[in-house]
């Protein structure tokens, strides 16, 4: 299951020149699961500049795929590959701790 799943790691592409539909969101659903109230706590959580994470989230703008993934496995959950995965493409489920969290608000 692990090696498939840095198999798929590799193969997102995400570019940053691109508007990534929906990243933005996602992402601010994480951050809200993990409980940062601020985006700026969640950037010094995930070692960027506030500018570069307020693109992110706000705009849409997606980070480099290394980059987002040196900064996800700072959250240090034991998932963070599916994390990656989901905040990238958004196409997988997204992960259950996640959707257990959205369904109890």
Avoid: N
């Amino acid at each position: 299951m692990r090696a498939s799943l840095e198999a798929r790691i590799e193969g997102v592409v995400m570019s940053r020149r691109e508007s990534a539909h929906g990243f933005g969101e996602r992402l601010r659903r994480v951050r809200d699961c993990l409980g940062y109230s601020t985006p700026a706590a969640f950037a010094r959580k995930l070692a960027v500049k506030y500018a570069t994470y307020r693109k992110w989230e706000i705009h849409d703008s997606a980070p480099a795929l290394g980059t987002l993934k040196r900064a996800i496995k700072r959250l240090e959950i034991a998932d963070w590959e599916k994390l990656l995965l989901w905040l990238a493409d958004g196409e997988d489920e997204a992960p259950s701790w996640l959707r257990q969290a959205r369904s109890s608000k």
